[in-house]
């Protein structure tokens, strides 16, 4: 949920960060509260994974009921993006530092050297 909503949340519910200007965030999450349900479904990973989906096929914000220091509160998150992971892209014209890095780490480079 980091890198889609900016919200790292324990299996518990229990928000643990909130990533400054993520929809999260700007929706009003903060650390220490505690997830009780998304869109009407008790939490769990399942539940956030569905919301997530979906959120993408419609105009509807996700619904989140919370709990901090004894108080409830419905926060909605305005988020249509899906699931987002981090992952490296190659810069045509750049030199391949991180092929350097792991060439030695290669099958063939591993490999020893054949008997004469």
């Known amino acids: 949920m980091a890198f889609s909503l900016g919200l790292r949340v324990g299996a518990d519910g229990a928000v643990n960060d909130v990533v400054m200007g993520y929809p999260a965030w700007k929706a009003g999450f903060g650390p220490g509260m505690k997830i009780i349900a998304v869109n009407n479904k008790p939490f769990s990973g399942a539940a956030m994974m569905a919301a997530l989906k979906q959120a993408k096929s419609s105009p509807q914000p996700i619904e989140f009921i919370v709990t901090n220091e004894g108080e409830f509160r419905v926060i909605h998150v305005?988020?249509?993006?899906?699931?987002?992971?981090?992952?490296?892209?190659?810069?045509?014209?750049?030199?391949?530092?991180?092929?350097?890095?792991?060439?030695?780490?290669?099958?063939?480079?591993?490999?020893?050297?054949a008997a004469k």
């Open 78 to 113: 305005d988020y249509h993006g899906g699931e987002k992971y981090p992952h490296l892209e190659r810069v045509e014209g750049t030199p391949d530092l991180l092929g350097d890095i792991l060439k030695p780490l290669t099958p063939a480079a591993a490999a020893p050297p």
